[in-house]
């Protein structure tokens, strides 16, 4: 019996130090090197206490079988001796009525011997033949009842005794059932307690991750962007061709900032200045629907106030450049109007057949921007929104106002997103096969300066004293030592930069080296990069060919690991990305 085995563990838990353990407790306090190990020690408990709990509850199970079975064997017993009781009841009325019939033949012969006479018996009989017949035909009479009676008897005997038995039979049964039961409530509620447990330790470790996500944005400055109206600045040291002034030279580049998600504004401004209609470019971002006109003469709540829905909020909408009205795009400013204004509608409740929208919607990227001096100084802004005055975008599924999300550039690839009932599409933006992307896509045409670019500042503008995305030889096997460590499950609690610019320092990199040596070797050298994309949008896998061979981790895996990783505010944005060597 293995009953004990979870309680046991966490005994031996709590005497090691891994439940309760106080510096893990405070997640909100926890530095970048702390969680790391947290997290892997709760889930080292987690998974401990499931494999522990999967045996008790095997062993619930039987015993919850055990007691079935005694139950229908107590209840056959039970039948049993309702019918012997029966049995035994018949036989006491029979030996009842014998025993009566008996002492009447008795008392009989009694009083017949106290009055007879062999002299009177033998006048009266005509025969003496016929006077001995009479006195055997009573004898045999008193002598069957007795007979009847011990049968009778030794049959009740016998029943009591079966009876008695079974009585027994059922007594210990009902002791065994009620030694199984309590086993199977006691067991039960360990289970009941390890369930919870590991309940706890996984809200436990969703919140370190949760926590780690948090720390991990202020390096990699991870955000939401859009064009918005302000000057379109490229960064030269961005760029793929810059040179960084050594070599060999490695940089990461990523296709697209996140989200992915909507309508790609690039993308519609590409498409426009190809003589795409806003109908046709909102069909293309947002799948099976219809643009249909509806009633928006109404006031919105915003976080700067009430405002006319037409003439002041969407007006005011600057998350398109109106510059681009003059630059062929036109039509991606109304497939912009018709989207900023079928989000904000969604967004505060607004619903087909249902115009009362109590909601509130923010002015900054966390909703949609709007600006004052947008809605003052709209220039062809005002146009697009005339022109489109009362449209919004329906789903053909639900028939309902479509949840129309956007951004500035994906890279390439749109994502599929499913709200308020409608799914729209996953799918390459581009007029190319999909291996060659970037030949053919619409934000290429759009001319986003975010559609392939190497990201080395945090949101802030903080760059760690560094120029440029490129790294040295030395640092990118560092980085690749680190993604080693990652992919292979390894202890991640000091991969972090080491220059320590935007938080807790890494380990060392020849600290991280010791540790990559723990799965195969490390890394000194790179003498080349292979990377290999996938149909879905995002990086498979990245080959490195190094001193101790080919090394291959999954793009999921390198793209937190070098996020984790790389020296300063250096990052990517994508998990579609490249590598490029000079």
């Not at 009479?141 to 038995?165: P, T, W």
């Not at 360990?190 to 949760?210: F, R």
């Not at 966390?366 to 489109?388: L, Y």
């Amino acid at each position: 019996m293995r009953k004990f085995v979870v309680t046991l563990l966490v005994c031996y838990l709590v005497a090691v130090g891994l439940v309760g353990a106080e510096e893990c407790d405070n997640i909100s306090s926890l530095s970048l090197d702390q969680i790391g190990p947290c997290i892997n020690k709760f889930s080292g408990f987690a998974d401990a206490i499931s494999r522990a709990n999967a045996t008790n509850s095997r062993e619930l199970a039987n015993l919850n079988t055990q007691i079935s079975n005694l139950k229908a064997q107590i209840n056959q017993l039970n039948s049993q001796i309702q019918k012997l009781q029966s049995d035994v009841f018949e036989r006491q009325v029979k030996i009842g009525v014998r025993e009566t019939l008996l002492a009447a033949r008795v008392k009989q012969d009694y009083i017949r011997k106290r009055e007879w006479s062999p002299l009177v018996a033998m006048f009266a009989a005509d025969t003496a033949q016929g006077l001995f017949a009479d006195l055997a035909y009573r004898e045999k009479l008193a002598r069957d009842d007795r007979e009847q009676i011990a049968s009778i008897s030794g049959e009740v005997k016998e029943l009591g005794v079966r009876s008695q038995e079974l009585g027994n039979q059922i007594k210990n049964l009902d002791a065994l059932k009620k030694r199984v039961d309590d086993q199977a409530t006691w067991l039960a509620g360990e289970v009941a307690k390890a369930n919870k447990y590991v309940a706890d330790l996984s809200g436990k470790i969703a919140s370190l991750t949760a926590r780690q996500q948090a720390l991990l944005a202020q390096k990699t400055g991870t955000y939401q962007t859009s064009v918005g109206d302000v000057p379109l600045a490229d960064d030269p040291a961005a760029r793929p061709d810059y040179n960084p002034g050594f070599s060999p030279a490695f940089a990461l580049f990523s296709f697209g900032a996140p989200h992915f998600k909507g309508m790609s504004q690039y993308g519609a401004f590409g498409r426009a200045k190809n003589g795409q209609n806003y109908e046709t470019i909102l069909r293309a971002y947002y799948g099976n629907v219809r643009v249909q006109d509806v009633n928006t003469s109404l006031s919105i709540r915003t976080t700067v106030g009430t405002m006319d829905f037409e003439n002041r909020y969407i007006i005011g909408i600057a998350e398109m450049p109106g510059s681009w009205g003059d630059e062929g795009g036109m039509e991606a400013l109304k497939a912009q109007a018709i989207a900023a204004r079928s989000y904000a509608l969604s967004y505060v409740g607004w619903r087909m057949g249902n115009q009362n929208a109590g909601g509130s919607i923010c002015v900054t990227e966390s909703c949609q921007v709007w600006k004052s001096s947008k809605a003052d100084n709209p220039g062809k802004w005002r146009e697009a929104v005339g022109a489109t005055r009362g449209k919004i975008v329906v789903s053909n599924v639900s028939n309902e106002i479509v949840n129309t999300w956007y951004a500035s550039t994906s890279g390439g690839y749109q994502e599929s997103y499913t709200s308020l009932g409608h799914t729209t599409p996953g799918f390459w933006d581009t007029t190319s096969d999909w291996t060659r992307w970037a030949d053919g896509a619409w934000e290429k045409s759009g001319g986003s300066p975010w559609f392939y670019k190497g990201w080395y500042k945090s949101r802030s503008g903080t760059n760690c004293g560094r120029g440029h995305p490129w790294l040295r030889e030395n640092e990118f096997a560092d980085i690749i030592n680190a993604a080693i460590v990652y992919a292979n499950g390894g202890d991640a609690s000091g991969i972090f930069p080491t220059d320590g610019c935007l938080g807790q320092a890494g380990w060392s990199t020849d600290r991280m080296a010791q540790e990559a040596e723990k799965y195969g070797g490390k890394v000194m050298s790179v003498s080349s990069v292979r990377v290999n994309h996938g149909s879905d949008g995002i990086t498979n896998q990245v080959i490195f060919s190094t001193n101790r061979g080919e090394v291959t981790i999954s793009g999921t895996n390198f793209y937190k690991a070098f996020n984790l990783r790389a020296p300063g505010a250096i990052h990517l944005t994508s998990g579609l990305f490249n590598i490029e060597r000079k």
